[in-house]
């Protein structure tokens, strides 16, 4: 039997994945492939085929697992990827529990003997012995240890198939590990002559409510963008406020407006996006000063279907519009309440600009040359120009990618003050474009035929919907749902464009689990265990055996 195929040996691989506490930025997470990488170079395919197994580094310098098993029984080039990410958020979460997060055998009993804090139903699986508890075990080292279990029975001939294993860092954060890895998956392509007839990633099934018990197939993978608004108002002293604009007051009736606004859900057969919410709202100020804030942001999350980014701009102009409209008849109304008539002046009218259109405006007073010129300097600053800059606002903290996007609308702004009062529409990354492969041949097929597989042999319904809703690196591997032209024009900095360059067949088949992101996070066994990873081999099967499928190049 193949080395992590036995029930006992898979728990075994899972309990040694979890115990790496590789979350994500750490530096366990970038120890954790070479660790993997060294179990794989003991099956003898791999010392045999050297080659087929490589650490790919990323930009900053982590690296992504890549291992290509080639079947000598199968003629044809087809090839299934498997992919996982391998890093995990942190376990501040687990408090006291903190140091047993990442220990699988020491968690659960520890949790057991303080369990009356725990919500009925956590006590209950806790007290089943069905479900294991720890950090990581279910997004997503469960679905790691069934693509290393099938891919060492590919090694060593107990299955035949062409199986590409890609496990990547950072998927929890920004997914730079996925970005980058689809160059290889290309060079490799070419270079061992594959055809990739599908993608299986393995995340953990979302569970719609507390309760719920589905099985559940999807298709494709939720978008995310990452909206920003700045607000420039008119500063004045403490002492005569009524003369200016607050910008803190500015930025608080535009997260009024945004909040869990409807008008923002996309809607797909029965699947709605969630609404957006305010991520970070803050005036970019350092320090104690009696002059009133004038620069302040606001950044939101907001989660995409089908919808195109244009129509997201244009809500997005919308909610800054009635936001304008709010809160100025609010400063009407409060300056004609102040005594002895001090606030009847007339109120310059807000401008709402689009990010696109402030830069385009500065290249005219500049030269497009030095507008090139400062992005690049401000992009390449590694430190938060909270520490560069007294007078600045620190907001994400440092090395984060936002904190210079804001501080370059912020150092426009400042050279466009002929257009203040403004506003002004623009994102920020990360972007993750919106994926959903229901109407692929290849992707339906799998469905159609995983459906009644899973019921015939295991009296499961096994139900499917369109979008992953937890964000997942799918989104680089698919052509997006949605054209993002308009994100790409307000998206400050650049970003390599993470439209992929690689397009095939995806889904995501995952194991059963509760409380992902939480000290309660837990698997299910009995379906992640045994029964997931048969339905994973019954695809890998099925679809390697269709010859007439059409694979996606
Ligand atoms: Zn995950």
């Known amino acids: 039997m193949a080395r992590w195929s036995s029930p006992s040996a898979w728990t075994k691989l899972l309990h040694q994945l979890v115990a790496i506490p590789s979350i994500t930025g750490s530096a366990a997470e970038r120890q954790f492939p070479q660790c993997v990488a060294g179990w794989l170079k003991e099956l003898e395919y791999f010392r045999r085929h050297p080659d087929h197994l490589t650490l790919y580094p990323t930009p900053d310098k982590r690296s992504a697992l890549v291992a290509l ?42 949790l057991s003997r303080d369990a009356e804090h725990l919500p009925t139903l956590v006590q ?23 693509h290393l279990a099938i891919l060492a029975e590919a090694a060593q001939e107990e299955m035949p198939a062409n199986i590409v294993m890609v496990s990547v860092p950072d998927e929890e954060a920004h997914s730079l590990g996925a970005r980058t890895v689809a160059a290889l998956l290309l060079q490799w392509r070419q270079r061992w002559a594959l055809d990739y007839c599908l993608m299986v990633n393995s995340e953990p099934i979302f569970a719609q409510s507390p309760d719920a018990q ?40 535009i997260a009024r407006e945004l909040e869990l606004n409807a008008d923002f859900c996309d809607q797909v057969d029965t699947e709605w996006t969630p609404p957006p919410t305010v991520l970070k709202q803050s005036d970019l100020r350092r320090g104690y000063s009696v002059q009133t804030p004038f620069r302040a942001v606001l950044l939101a999350n907001v989660l995409l279907f089908q919808e195109s980014t244009d129509l997201l701009l244009q809500r997005l102009r919308e909610v800054a519009n009635r936001a304008r409209q709010a809160m100025t008849e609010d400063l009407l109304r409060k300056l004609q309440a102040l005594p002895n008539g001090v606030g009847e002046h007339d109120l310059p009218s807000i401008r709402i600009i689009t990010y696109a259109e402030l830069r385009t405006h500065i290249e ?34 440092t090395n984060d990618p936002r904190d210079n996007r804001v501080q370059l609308v912020d150092a426009w702004a400042q050279k466009a003050t002929d257009w203040a009062p403004m506003i002004v529409l623009f994102f920020a990354p990360p972007y993750y474009p919106a994926v959903d492969a229901a109407t692929n041949p290849t992707t339906a097929g799998v469905i159609q035929h995983l459906k009644a597989y899973t019921w015939q042999t295991h009296h499961i319904d096994l139900k499917t919907q369109h979008y ?42 995952g194991p059963m689990g509760r409380d992902a992101h939480q000290s309660t996070e837990r698997l299910e066994m009995q379906y992640s265990r045994e029964i997931l990873g048969d339905l994973l081999r019954e695809t890998i099967r099925w679809v390697l055996s269709m010859p007439e499928l059409q694979t996606i190049k």
């Not at 209950?124 to 080292?141: E, N």
């Not at 002293?237 to 500015?250: C, K, L, T, Y």
């Not at 500049?366 to 620190?394: K, M, S, W, Y």
Request: proline letters at 4%; one cysteine or more.
């Open 69 to 110: 098993v080639r079947s000598d029984q199968v003629a044809v080039r087809k090839t299934v990827v498997l992919l996982s990410h391998f890093d995990v958020v942190a376990v501040d979460d687990y408090g006291s529990y903190a140091d047993l997060a990442f220990d699988l055998d020491a968690l659960s009993p520890s």
């Open 124 to 146: 209950s699986q806790l007290a089943s012995g069905t479900w294991l508890f720890g950090r990581g075990i279910m997004d997503m080292k469960a679905g790691l240890a069934h």
């Open 214 to 253: 589905d099985h559940v197939i999807y298709t494709g993978s939720i978008g995310k963008a990452l909206a920003g608004f700045y607000c420039y108002g008119a500063e004045t002293h403490v002492g005569e406020p009524w003369s200016g604009i607050n910008a803190d007051f500015m930025v608080s009736h």
């Open 364 to 397: 005219e007073y500049c030269g497009p040359e030095a507008v090139r010129a400062q992005e690049q300097q401000i992009l390449a600053q590694t430190t938060t120009f909270a520490h560069a800059d007294a007078n600045r606002a620190h907001l994400f903290g």
């Open 468 to 509: 992953y809703p937890g964000l997942s690196d799918l989104s680089f591997f698919y052509q997006p749902s949605a054209n993002a032209n308009a994100l790409y024009a307000n998206l400050v900095g650049v970003e390599d464009d993470p439209a992929p360059r690689l397009s095939m067949p995806i889904i995501n088949l």
